[in-house]
């Protein structure tokens, strides 16, 4: 790609190459829109419209939902019984259950285990022998600390390792009223099964308000939850204001300009505040220099979070392929006609959970805020036998039946397109259909990539989406954008991270490893980056330097068993047997399922002439007829006496 510059946009003039590219792949079908570059408008300058309620409120710290029961313990009581309130909970709030110890077997294979020790819940997964019985020392055990989820659903379950957080594969399902494996696990390999990261974006949506390490994927500060559920400062934002002005009794204007009150805020203010989580979209990307954690309600959540949606999702269409409840909602009949008023507080009260019993009343009493004139004959795939005034009727089984999600066992998800009849199908989870080229639209829809900062995003969003689904079409285009973008903002550090990223998987590793230490010049400590430029500095044959970054790794990291793997092995291709020895025998150590390590101390015990730690190794690979056992079995006879 040319690097000659055109000095009025800031951006390389062979980025034009990639606007055929874009035109052809990701705008909206019928036009074709040029993308003017322009220079960067500071993303707070668009806050001049806000309320003075926003302006005040943005200003005020953070108190807690504690303090707001203080004065609303009616609402607070409420609010204690909803799935928000309970999303996150620390493991020793909870009682654990009755039914516990639990054992079960996946696949045939893995041998899981929930049970209580003292006062703690511990989650297991074993290896079993040809029998079907534990090897105890093929067994990893780890402490829960955290429960996401409130059960409505599931719950899911955090362990807390050295100020990191990782995902059990273990988890509890409410459909099925019993344990099973998490979400997008699978009994092989089990190398790695404690190892799922707890990102700070997953804890986004998941947890009140979080305390991030910098430069981590999932390292925090203590305390690590600041709230662990969701609170009312989520919704309302930061109370410390509003406190002191009933505090001092200075109550007489109205509204009240120190709290948000999202019912009062214009149409798209108030849905970006459910639509911090609720709006799933294609792809999510952070808007450059800003943090999803800066966004405060009655702020425009796109100054924040840029949210990508496919043209086929986008609102009007009627053959979407995504479950996200925003844009099903928008896609909904009953949506086009309010004219924008309809909004998830139409039919939710974010303050209230009917109890099941409820449900059904409650939810049609919402249908009939607007439905007023409901007649007998309305109800017509069931042929005008149910009246309107029956309680008992319930609109939501016909018109917002559940389906099953395809990516999540025993889960199914409310079709909120509010259909007609018996509500028709949704094809499932989107993640189902997403292995193929999309044409991506900004949300909401504003019909063209207008300036360079939603470029960046789109070309972030791109680079995400070729990562998670390998999508090949999105590769080259990724890879131009991110290079233009760097070259106008040397500091957008997630854009040079993609840049990175895509050069290595492109072949040129030297390019790649240069972009990853233009990151840790100015972030020294960033776990990801020097990971991965040990991977390349292995791929380019440079061991020494891939094992100085593993080492940084491995010690920033010191109860990661795969981050000593790698350093096991890049030390064994350098036949330095004592070093490959001691980082393997820990990876074992951490994590006793850890196959592939394993299989270095192995070799390690092999070249070094340790015949019987060497045997003692063999039989655990023989007890659990591993695949490896036969190559094993081999290299121990060669030392054999």
């Not at 005040?56 to 609010?79: D, L, R, V, W």
């Not at 120190?258 to 805020?265: G, M, Q, S």
Request: with cysteine; proline share 6%; glycine share 6%.
């Amino acid at each position: 790609m040319s690097g000659r510059m055109d000095s009025s946009r800031g951006f390389p003039s062979g980025i034009s190459r990639i606007r055929v590219l874009l035109a052809l792949l990701l705008f909206a079908s019928g036009a074709v829109f040029f993308v003017f570059w322009c220079g960067h408008a500071p993303v707070l300058d668009r806050f001049g419209f806000l309320s003075s309620r926003t302006a005040n409120q943005n200003s005020a710290g953070f108190i807690g939902s504690q303090a707001c029961g203080e004065c609303h313990s009616q609402i607070s009581e409420s609010y204690s019984r909803h799935s928000m309130a309970n999303s996150l909970t620390p493991a020793n709030e909870l009682k654990p259950p009755n039914s516990l110890p639990v054992r079960f077997v996946v696949d045939g294979a893995a041998l899981c285990a929930v049970f209580q020790e003292g006062d703690r819940v511990v989650h297991s997964v074993a290896e079993p022998d040809s029998d079907g019985n534990e090897i105890s020392e093929l067994r990893f055990t780890a402490q829960v600390d955290f429960v996401i989820g409130s059960g409505t659903r599931g719950k899911s379950f955090l362990i807390e390792t050295d100020q990191h957080l990782f995902q059990s594969p273990i988890s509890w399902y409410h459909e099925k009223n019993g344990w099973d494996l998490s979400p997008g696990y699978s009994a092989w390999p089990r190398a790695g099964l404690f190892d799922r990261p707890i990102t700070h974006e997953c804890l986004f949506c998941h947890a009140g308000r979080i305390n991030p390490r910098e430069d981590t994927t999932n390292g925090y500060q203590k305390p690590i939850f600041v709230e662990a559920s969701i609170g009312c400062e989520r919704c309302h934002g930061p109370g410390e204001l509003h406190r002191e002005r009933h505090r001092k009794g200075t109550v007489d204007d109205y509204p009240d300009s120190t709290i948000v009150n999202p019912a009062r805020l214009d149409p798209v203010l108030r849905d970006n505040v459910c639509e911090q989580c609720h709006l799933r979209g294609e792809i999510r990307v952070v808007r450059r220099g800003r943090n999803p954690t800066d966004y405060r309600p009655g702020m425009p959540l796109d100054d924040f979070l840029r949210t990508f949606v496919a043209q086929e999702d986008s609102i009007g269409s009627q053959q979407s392929t995504s479950v996200g409840h925003v844009e099903q909602m928008r896609q909904s009949r009953c949506f086009a006609a309010s004219g924008g008023k309809m909004a998830c507080i139409s039919c939710h009260d974010p303050h209230y959970l009917p109890a099941v019993a409820e449900r059904a009343n409650y939810f049609r009493q919402r249908c009939l805020n607007c439905h007023r004139d409901l007649h007998v004959a309305d109800c017509k795939n069931l042929g005008g036998t149910l009246s309107a005034s029956d309680s008992t009727n319930d609109c939501v089984s016909c018109h917002m039946p559940k389906h099953k999600l395809r990516n999540i066992p025993h889960v199914a998800e409310t079709d909120h397109r509010i259909a007609g009849g018996t509500g028709g199908s949704v094809p499932g989870d989107p993640e189902s259909s997403i292995p193929r080229p999309r044409k991506l639209l900004v949300y909401p829809d504003r019909g063209t990539i207008s300036d360079a900062e939603e470029f960046r995003d789109l070309g972030v969003a791109i680079s995400k989406l070729w990562q998670l689904h390998k999508v090949q079409e999105y590769q080259q285009p990724a890879l131009e954008i991110s290079t233009a973008v760097v070259e106008k903002w040397p500091d957008d550090l997630e854009s040079r991270l993609n840049l990175a990223t895509l050069l290595k998987a492109g072949g040129k590793f030297q390019a790649a490893a240069d972009q990853y230490q233009r990151v840790l010049e100015s972030r020294p400590g960033h776990a990801f980056a020097l990971a991965e430029q040990a991977s390349l500095f292995l791929e380019m044959g440079q061991l020494d330097r891939a094992i100085s970054a593993a080492r940084r790794v491995a010690q920033m990291a010191p109860n990661a068993s795969s981050k000593w793997a790698v350093l096991a092995d890049i030390y064994a291709r350098q036949e330095r047997w004592p070093e490959s020895m001691d980082a393997s025998s820990r990876a074992v150590k951490l994590d006793p399922l850890n196959w592939p390590a394993r299989r270095l101390l192995v070799q390690a015990l092999v070249a070094r002439r340790m015949t019987n730690q060497a045997h003692e190794q063999l039989k655990l690979f023989e007890r659990a007829n591993n695949s490896d056992a036969e190559l094993v079995r081999k290299w121990v006879q060669s030392i054999a006496p």
